[in-house]
T-cell receptor, first 113, second 108 residues
Framework: GAGVSQTPSNKVTEKGKYVELRCDPI?????LYWYRQSLGQGPEFLIY????????DSGLPNDRFFAVRPEGSVSTLKIQRTERGDSAVYLC???????????FGPGTRLTVL | KNEVEQSPQNLTAQEGEFITINCSYS?????LHWLQQHPGGGIVSLFM???GKKKHGRLIATINIQEKHSSLHITASHPRDSAVYIC??????????FGQGTRLTINP
C-alpha cells in the first residue's frame, strides 16, 4: 500500500512569504506528526494530531507556524512570514495510534532565501 | 543536557566489520525506536523495543531499561548500510524525542 507522502518535495521561497506544506498519511492512521530537521541534527517535534484535533502543538516555534487536519486525514503545515532560519526539512509521520511505530514521509526541503 | 545522546557521532568502517552504535537517555521511557535515514531520503523505522533484544536480518537492537541504554549492532556490514542511524523515545504518548544521529559509512 501507499506510504506517507509529502508535497512538495522541495520548496524555495523568499523571506517574508507564506508557504504551505502538505502531508498525506497512510490511510486509516489516526495519529499524524510533524517534525523539523535541520542539517546535521535529529528531527525535532512540532505538532501531533489525533484525528482532527491538535493534541500537542508544544513544538511549534512561534505563532508564524500553524497546522491543520480538517478531516482527520491530510494535514497542512502553514508558515507565515518565512524567515531564513525556517530553512529545514519538514517531516511528516503517521501511525495507527499512540505508542505505535511511526511511518515517515520523504520530507519537504524548505529553503528560505 | 540532551535527553538522548548517541555515540559515536560518525563512524567509518570496512565492509564486513561488526558495527555498534550506542544510545543513552536520561529519563524513564517505555520504549525506544531505532531509525535509519539515507542521504536525501526519508526515515525508516528499524525497531521499536521496550526490553531485551530484537533481531532483523543483520541488525540487532538491545535495550537495558534500568541502565537507560540501548545499542544497535550490524553484523557483516555492507556499503548499503551507510546511512544515519537515529534513536528516539516517546515523551508521553505524543511525540518522539530524537538523538542527533550517528552517520555510518561502510567502505568497500
Amino acid at each position: 500500500g501507499a506510504g506517507v507522502s509529502q508535497t512538495p518535495s522541495n520548496k524555495v521561497t523568499e523571506k517574508g512569504k507564506y508557504v504551505e506544506l502538505r502531508c498525506d498519511p497512510i490511510s486509516g492512521h489516526t495519529a499524524l506528526y510533524w517534525y523539523r530537521q535541520s542539517l546535521g541534527q535529529g528531527p525535532e517535534f512540532l505538532i501531533y494530531f489525533q484525528g482532527t484535533g491538535a493534541a500537542d502543538d508544544s513544538g511549534l516555534p512561534n505563532d508564524r507556524f500553524f497546522a491543520v487536519r480538517p478531516e482527520g486525514s491530510v494535514s497542512t503545515l502553514k508558515i507565515q512570514r518565512t524567515e531564513r532560519g525556517d530553512s529545514a526539512v519538514y517531516l511528516c509521520a503517521s501511525s495507527p495510534g499512540t505508542y505505535n511505530e511511526q511511518f515517515f514521509g520523504p520530507g519537504t526541503r524548505l529553503t528560505v532565501l | 543536557k540532551n535527553e538522548v545522546e548517541q555515540s559515536p557521532q560518525n563512524l567509518t568502517a570496512q565492509e564486513g566489520e561488526f558495527i555498534t552504535i550506542n544510545c543513552s537517555y536520561s529519563v524513564g521511557i517505555s520504549a525506544l525506536h531505532w531509525l535509519q535515514q539515507h542521504p536525501g531520503g526519508g526515515i525508516v523505522s528499524l525497531f521499536m523495543l521496550s526490553s531485551g533484544k530484537k533481531k532483523h536480518g543483520r541488525l540487532i537492537a538491545t535495550i537495558n531499561i534500568q541502565e537507560k541504554h540501548s545499542s544497535l549492532h550490524i553484523t557483516a556490514s555492507h556499503p548499503r548500510d551507510s546511512a544515519v542511524y537515529i534513536c528516539a523515545f516517546y515523551q508521553g504518548a505524543q511525540k518522539l524525542v530524537f538523538g542527533q544521529g550517528t552517520r555510518l559509512t561502510i567502505n568497500p
